[in-house]
């Protein structure tokens, strides 16, 4: 009852809509109290923490009567908010990185993954997983930073996609729909002739899915080989499946024998990917034991990532079934936010007034095009592409800033004191800390007009040539400390060179005539569209010979 009295003077003067909200808030918080005071301190994240991080990030980007409430209620002060002792959540916090950078001894992100392995990603707990889980997380991670994190690694990697002839049939115009390309399967697409658009050509598609799949069938194969996907037709839908709408749900505590369709089918969805990828990570044994391979398929172009990690899954002895659950997280973050940030980079960039131009204008030194007839990539150089194009990457900046989501958690191991201006906070072992980062992005005292698409805001004149170059400045899209993620270098360099090859060659208008942005749903990580764009896309032509217009 204190929390409701003490939250009660945030109230006056509030709409009735409002102070219902603030009672139906009032009672969940008191709900998350009353858990946080029950469960014991063992190390897993608790479900109504991840509620509290939700309602508080709603609140304070209210800021109105929310953040009062939530001052009025939380239990330290300064940065820290969050009503137990059991969670606080760091809320610009100038220090946060420094707080997230200490020691895995001091502070975890181990328990946070593990709980989320079990809870979501759906590995069965046995003290065997859990042991071998803590042991050998670190080891596991090493080869996945090797091919993601290396800038050398990651655009080898995406040179030899060759992403200038994959993005040749980004639409294939084909009206038969066993031709289609395998990313064209889920996008709705329908041939529009030319009559109906200024005499082009074009294909009508919803553009989230087909972005989303193309990106994928670019990026699995780089990772787990070409023979994976061809082998197994429903990974990629099934990622979705599993990702969309069964994911949050594990995540706020939803039960798994909970009777809606969304459930059962996102578990059926998520039983397919764990066979799926234990019988890859079977296949990559058996190739690197030197022994006859499943199916006889093609291992040759399995990336070191893999090989390595199946080298440490044999060495720990992780039984199959193992595997293919220890690996469902590394699939889906290799490609449940890099793809759908594909798809927002397109549609701000193919939207907003003016940008398009400049942006193809900045990169055509590195996106060579023939000169006749239609218009192809001859030649791409995704090395200087990613490194010169500073206004395509301040796009993408910008696209971070709209469009993700991310929070880093850690648990806190050894005590630890959190100095926070005129405060100092002593945080005790067992307590989980959360750092929401994306209330920095919508901050309108960091980010003026923090609604509008403005990538300029990311350049910065560099110190010594005075040239503009893209700085993230209070922006976190990966999270902080050392478990900041892990796929970033290559994540960017897949979506900037995706969008440019995109961008060269295809013209792209709304269906419906003039552009409507979706809502975003937000959650943990990149937001997804609450509906799909229908878009016409047509083949960029030429206005003169040799001139692209
Ligand atoms: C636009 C795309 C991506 C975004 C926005 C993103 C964002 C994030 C964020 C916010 C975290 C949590 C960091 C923290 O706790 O502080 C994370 C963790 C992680 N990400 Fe990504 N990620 C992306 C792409 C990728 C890719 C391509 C991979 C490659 C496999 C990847 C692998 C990982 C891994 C392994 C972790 C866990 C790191 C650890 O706990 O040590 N991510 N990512």
């Given at each position: 009852?204190?929390?409701?009295?003490?939250?009660?003077?945030a109230?006056?003067?509030?709409?009735?809509?409002?102070?219902?909200k603030?009672?139906?808030?009032?009672?969940?918080?008191?709900?998350?109290?009353?858990?946080?005071?029950?469960?014991?301190?063992?190390?897993?994240?608790?479900?109504?923490?991840?509620?509290?991080?939700?309602?508080?990030?709603?609140?304070?980007?209210?800021?109105?009567?929310?953040?009062?409430?939530?001052?009025?209620?939380?239990?330290?002060?300064?940065?820290?908010?969050?009503?137990?002792?059991?969670?606080?959540?760091?809320?610009?916090?100038?220090?946060?990185d420094?707080v997230?950078?200490?020691?895995?001894?001091?502070?975890?992100h181990?328990?946070?993954?593990?709980?989320?392995?079990?809870?979501?990603?759906?590995?069965?707990?046995?003290?065997?997983?859990?042991?071998?889980?803590?042991?050998?997380?670190?080891?596991?991670?090493?080869?996945?930073?090797?091919?993601?994190?290396n800038?050398?690694?990651?655009?080898?990697?995406?040179?030899?996609?060759?992403?200038?002839?994959?993005?040749?049939s980004?639409?294939?115009?084909?009206?038969?729909?066993?031709?289609?390309?395998?990313?064209?399967?889920?996008?709705?697409?329908?041939?529009?002739?030319?009559?109906?658009?200024?005499?082009?050509?074009?294909?009508?598609?919803?553009?989230?899915?087909?972005?989303r799949?193309?990106?994928?069938?670019?990026?699995?194969?780089?990772?787990?080989?070409?023979?994976?996907?061809?082998?197994?037709?429903?990974?990629?839908?099934?990622?979705w499946?599993?990702?969309?709408?069964?994911?949050p749900?594990?995540?706020?505590?939803?039960?798994?024998?909970?009777?809606?369709?969304?459930?059962?089918?996102?578990?059926a969805?998520?039983?397919?990917?764990?066979?799926?990828?234990?019988?890859?990570?079977?296949?990559?044994?058996?190739?690197?034991?030197?022994?006859?391979?499943?199916?006889?398929?093609?291992?040759?172009?399995?990336?070191?990532?893999?090989?390595?990690?199946?080298?440490?899954?044999?060495?720990?002895?992780f039984?199959?079934?193992?595997?293919?659950?220890?690996?469902?997280?590394?699939?889906?973050?290799?490609n449940?936010?890099?793809?759908?940030?594909?798809?927002?980079?397109?549609?701000?960039?193919?939207?907003?007034?003016?940008?398009?131009?400049r942006?193809?204008?900045?990169?055509?030194?590195?996106?060579?095009?023939?000169?006749?007839?239609?218009?192809?990539?001859?030649?791409?150089?995704?090395?200087?592409?990613?490194?010169?194009?500073?206004?395509?990457?301040?796009c993408?900046?910008?696209?971070?800033r709209?469009?993700?989501?991310?929070?880093?958690?850690?648990?806190?191991?050894?005590?630890?004191?959190?100095?926070?201006?005129?405060y100092?906070?002593d945080?005790?072992?067992?307590t989980?800390?959360?750092?929401?980062?994306?209330?920095?992005?919508?901050?309108?005292?960091?980010f003026?007009?923090?609604?509008?698409?403005?990538?300029?805001?990311?350049?910065?004149?560099?110190?010594t040539?005075?040239?503009?170059?893209?700085?993230?400045?209070?922006l976190?899209?990966?999270?902080?400390?050392?478990?900041?993620?892990?796929?970033?270098?290559?994540?960017?360099?897949?979506?900037?060179a995706l969008?440019?090859?995109?961008i060269s060659?295809?013209?792209?208008?709304?269906a419906?005539?003039?552009?409507?942005?979706?809502?975003?749903?937000?959650?943990?990580?990149?937001?997804?569209?609450?509906?799909?764009?229908?878009v016409?896309?047509?083949?960029?032509?030429?206005?003169?010979?040799?001139?692209?217009?």
């Amino acid at each position: 009852m204190r929390l409701v009295e003490r939250a009660a003077s945030a109230c006056t003067s509030l709409s009735i809509a409002d102070a219902y909200k603030v009672i139906a808030i009032i009672l969940l918080l008191i709900l998350v109290q009353r858990a946080a005071f029950r469960s014991q301190p063992n190390g897993i994240f608790p479900v109504w923490a991840t509620l509290e991080i939700g309602i508080t990030q709603y609140l304070l980007n209210e800021r109105g009567w929310g953040r009062k409430l939530l001052s009025g209620m939380r239990r330290y002060g300064g940065s820290l908010y969050g009503i137990s002792s059991r969670h606080q959540l760091l809320v610009n916090l100038t220090d946060v990185d420094r707080v997230m950078a200490q020691g895995h001894h001091t502070i975890d992100h181990i328990s946070v993954q593990y709980t989320l392995l079990t809870r979501v990603f759906g590995a069965a707990e046995t003290p065997d997983f859990k042991q071998k889980t803590f042991a050998n997380t670190k080891e596991l991670t090493a080869p996945v930073e090797q091919l993601f994190l290396n800038d050398a690694a990651a655009t080898a990697a995406l040179e030899s996609a060759n992403i200038p002839r994959e993005v040749n049939s980004y639409v294939s115009f084909s009206s038969d729909s066993q031709y289609l390309k395998r990313w064209e399967r889920s996008a709705n697409v329908r041939f529009v002739d030319g009559d109906h658009l200024d005499k082009a050509a074009g294909v009508e598609v919803d553009l989230h899915s087909l972005t989303r799949d193309f990106g994928t069938c670019i990026a699995v194969p780089l990772f787990y080989g070409k023979d994976f996907l061809e082998r197994c037709p429903t990974v990629i839908d099934d990622l979705w499946t599993f990702d969309n709408d069964f994911f949050p749900l594990m995540m706020i505590g939803v039960p798994k024998w909970a009777p809606f369709k969304v459930v059962r089918e996102g578990k059926a969805a998520r039983s397919r990917l764990h066979h799926e990828l234990q019988a890859l990570y079977k296949r990559i044994a058996q190739h690197q034991r030197g022994d006859a391979v499943d199916f006889d398929a093609d291992m040759s172009d399995v990336s070191r990532a893999a090989l390595g990690r199946s080298a440490v899954y044999e060495r720990a002895n992780f039984s199959l079934e193992q595997r293919g659950m220890m690996e469902l997280p590394i699939y889906w973050g290799q490609n449940a936010n890099t793809q759908p940030m594909l798809f927002w980079l397109l549609v701000y960039i193919y939207s907003s007034p003016g940008i398009l131009d400049r942006v193809r204008d900045e990169i055509s030194p590195y996106v060579e095009l023939s000169s006749s007839g239609s218009v192809e990539i001859t030649n791409m150089h995704i090395s200087a592409l990613t490194r010169n194009c500073q206004y395509l990457k301040a796009c993408l900046f910008e696209t971070y800033r709209l469009a993700n989501d991310p929070t880093s958690i850690r648990y806190v191991v050894r005590p630890i004191t959190i100095r926070d201006g005129d405060y100092k906070h002593d945080l005790k072992a067992g307590t989980f800390i959360s750092a929401p980062h994306s209330l920095v992005s919508s901050d309108p005292l960091i980010f003026e007009e923090p609604e509008k698409f403005v990538p300029d805001r990311f350049l910065i004149p560099d110190a010594t040539t005075g040239k503009s170059v893209a700085r993230y400045g209070r922006l976190k899209p990966w999270g902080s400390g050392a478990a900041m993620c892990k796929g970033r270098t290559f994540a960017e360099k897949e979506i900037l060179a995706l969008a440019a090859a995109i961008i060269s060659i295809w013209d792209m208008k709304p269906a419906e005539g003039e552009w409507r942005l979706p809502a975003m749903v937000p959650g943990t990580g990149v937001k997804r569209p609450t509906k799909d764009i229908r878009v016409v896309i047509s083949r960029r032509v030429l206005s003169s010979p040799g001139k692209v217009t």
